[in-house]
C-alpha cells in the first residue's frame, strides 16, 4: 500500500474533495455540519484502500505513467465503499464499524444528545440512508472532477457504472438470501461475488486499464486474477465476520452470526452436518440476542463439520488460480510485484 506513496495520496486526495464539499454543504445551512463530520470521520479515519490500490496499479501496469490526477480519480472508489457500508450497517443494524459507532448509531446519538423531537432510532435511520446515497453522488463527483483527460474518463465511464449497478444488485441479493433460506453454496457464491468481489478488485483493475487505454487482452487477464480474489477475499471478510478478533476487525465478535449472513461458511456448514445441527445453526443465524456462549457453540458446531477446513481450502485453491492469471499476463513488472502483494493482504489477513 505504500508504493508510489499511494495511501497519503489516495488520503490526501480524498481530504481535500472532502475539505471543498464540506464548504459546499455550510453554504446552504450550518445544520450540515453534521453531514460533513459524519462524512470526514467515516472516510478518512480508516479503511484498506484496497479499492484505490487495485485500480492505481490495474493503470500502471498497462505501462501508464503516474500522476496525482489519476490517483484522485482511483480514490473515487473509497467513496462507493464508503456508501455500501453505511448502507450495509444499517441493513445489519450494525452498531460499530472500524471501532467506531456506525452512521446511523452516530445519528441516533446525536437526536438523543440534543433531545429532539420524534424517535432517535428513525432519525439515525434516515440520515444513514441519505449519507449513504451522498456519497454514491460524490464519488462521480470526485472521478469526474479528478482532472483525468475526458476521453480516458470516458472509457472509464461504463466500468465505473456496471460496477456500481453490481454492489447494488449484490446487496439486494444478500438482504433477500435471510428470507427465503437459500443456503445453497451456489446462492452464496454469487452474493458474494456480485456484493464484495466484483467491486473490491476485478472492476477496479478494469478500471484502471480504462484509463490507461488498455487493450482487451489485458482486461481479460486483469478478470482472470481478479474475479477469484476478489471472491477469496469476500470468503476471508466471512471467515473474520464468525472467528475474527473484535480488537482487529472492529466490529463485535460473531456479528455475522447475530446478523443471519448466509455466506460459503454457513452454506458449507449447513451442507455438511447432521440435522440436528442444521436446526441449531438456523436457531442462532440471525438472531440479535446471540450471546458469547451462543456465539462459541456455532463456532463449535461450523468447525466441527469441515466448513471453516473447507473455507480455507477454498480460499488458498482461488488465490493460487488468480496468481497462475496473473502470471500469465502481460503486466508491467513493478506492477505485477504490488499485485501480488495486494493479493497477499486480501486474503491472508489475520483471524
Known amino acids: 500500500m505504500e508504493r508510489a506513496g499511494l495511501r497519503p495520496r489516495v488520503d490526501k486526495a480524498l481530504a481535500a474533495f472532502l475539505a471543498a464539499q464540506r464548504a ?40 501508464a505513467i503516474d500522476s496525482d490526477q489519476v490517483v484522485a480519480a482511483v480514490a473515487a472508489l473509497e467513496l462507493v465503499q464508503a456508501s455500501a457500508l453505511i448502507h450495509d450497517d444499517l441493513m445489519d443494524r450494525s452498531d460499530t464499524r472500524r471501532g467506531e459507532p456506525s452512521v446511523h448509531k452516530r445519528f441516533a446519538a446525536r437526536h438523543a444528545a440534543a433531545a429532539w423531537n420524534g424517535s432517535a432510532e428513525t432519525f439515525g435511520d434516515n440520515a444513514a440512508v441519505l449519507l449513504g446515497d451522498l456519497a454514491l453522488v460524490w464519488s462521480d463527483e470526485l472521478l469526474h472532477g479528478s482532472g483525468v483527460a475526458c476521453g480516458d474518463l470516458a472509457r472509464a465511464r461504463p466500468v465505473f457504472d456496471e460496477m456500481r449497478t453490481e454492489v447494488t444488485v449484490g446487496q439486494y441479493l444478500d438482504v433477500l438470501t435471510p428470507v427465503t433460506g437459500d443456503t445453497s453454496l451456489a446462492h452464496a457464491s454469487k452474493v458474494a461475488r456480485y456484493k464484495s468481489a466484483k467491486y473490491t478488485v476485478e472492476r477496479p483493475l478494469l478500471l484502471g486499464a480504462a484509463l490507461a487505454g488498455a487493450g482487451p487482452a489485458l482486461s481479460a487477464a486483469y478478470s482472470g486474477f481478479g474475479l477469484p480474489l476478489g471472491e477469496a477475499f469476500q470468503l476471508r471478510d466471512d471467515v473474520l465476520g464468525v472467528f475474527g478478533d473484535p480488537d482487529r476487525t472492529g466490529k463485535p465478535a460473531g456479528d455475522d452470526l ?6 460459503y461458511l454457513i452454506a458449507a456448514a449447513c451442507e455438511s452436518v447432521s440435522e440436528a445441527g442444521r436446526a441449531e445453526i438456523e436457531r442462532g443465524l440471525g438472531d440479535p440476542a446471540l450471546d458469547e456462549a451462543g456465539v462459541a457453540r456455532l463456532r463449535e458446531i461450523i468447525t466441527a463439520s469441515g466448513a471453516l477446513r473447507r473455507t480455507e481450502a477454498r480460499i488458498a485453491a482461488l488465490t493460487e488460480e488468480a496468481l497462475a492469471a496473473l502470471a500469465a499476463a502481460d503486466v508491467d513488472p513493478e506492477a505485477r510485484a504490488v499485485l501480488r502483494d495486494l493479493a497477499d493482504a486480501a486474503t491472508r489477513r489475520a483471524v
Open 24 to 63: 459546499k454543504l455550510l453554504s446552504i445551512d450550518e445544520a450540515l455540519t453534521d453531514v460533513a463530520d459524519a462524512l470526514e470521520a467515516f472516510v478518512l479515519r480508516g479503511g484498506k484502500r484496497l479499492r484505490p490500490a487495485f485500480a492505481y496499479w490495474g493503470y500502471r501496469g498497462a505501462g
Open 258 to 263: 447475530r446478523e443471519g449472513k448466509r455466506t
